[in-house]
């Protein structure tokens, strides 16, 4: 668990430098309506927001990203909480156009992603007998995943073909010794030439 909490403290330390201007948000809860639904209150000295997150609250740390592109779209990220932590842990963002008023939850990306200097998020995690490498993109108010992903089989057989439209699929049989790269369609596997996957070999 500590060599989890510390992998995420440098991804999340690495986001922070790659942002152009980046804010740590107080966070007060109170209840809506005599109790019906629980409102966060964000602020820091330039802003205040509003949000719906009663699956973490102010258990959780919050940080506001200034937009740095025309749309004008601001970014608040939740962060894991120490419980929430482990494989499958995310950050959660929210949307929101202002300094001021309500912002919009639009999705959410691994906790474990490395930020790129595009703005995009790279995730590779092994899953069954794959290696997958993932890449999200934040574009105005959506948390886009973006197709094809890459797979490297190590283990067992899969159905691949050798083009994206058409063909008959052959079993190939992938292994750690011999992994087998892929770019992944969803219920589609296209064979790839093995460099696409060399930052998942690396891992081997």
């Known amino acids: 668990m500590s060599k989890m909490i510390m992998f995420f403290f440098l991804v999340y330390s690495g986001s922070v430098l790659s942002s152009p201007v980046e804010h740590k948000l107080l966070c007060e809860a109170s209840d809506q309506d005599s109790g019906s639904q629980v409102i966060l209150h964000l602020s820091f000295d330039g802003g205040r927001?509003?949000?719906e997150n009663?699956?973490?609250g102010c258990r959780s740390e919050y940080v506001y990203r200034e937009s740095s592109n025309e749309s004008g779209v601001s970014f608040i990220y939740s962060y894991p909480t120490i419980d929430d932590m482990g494989l499958n842990a995310q950050?959660?963002?929210f949307a929101t156009s202002s300094k001021s008023g309500s912002a919009d939850y639009i999705g959410s990306i691994p906790a474990g992603a490395s930020e790129s200097q595009d703005g995009s998020y790279k995730d590779i995690q092994q899953s069954g007998d794959s290696i997958y490498e993932t890449i999200?993109?934040?574009e105005d108010r959506e948390v886009l995943t973006l197709a094809p992903s890459k797979e490297l089989i190590i283990g067992g057989d899969q159905?691949?073909?050798k083009e994206k439209t058409g063909g008959v699929c052959q079993k190939m049989r992938g292994s750690f010794k011999k992994p087998v790269c892929?770019?992944?369609y969803g219920e589609r596997r296209v064979l790839a030439d093995a460099k696409e996957c060399t930052e998942m070999s690396e891992k081997l």
């Open 136 to 138: 999200y993109r934040i």
């Open 49 to 51: 927001f509003s949000i």
């Open 54 to 56: 009663p699956e973490r």
């Open 182 to 184: 892929v770019f992944n």
């Open 159 to 161: 159905c691949v073909f």
């Open 91 to 93: 950050i959660m963002i």
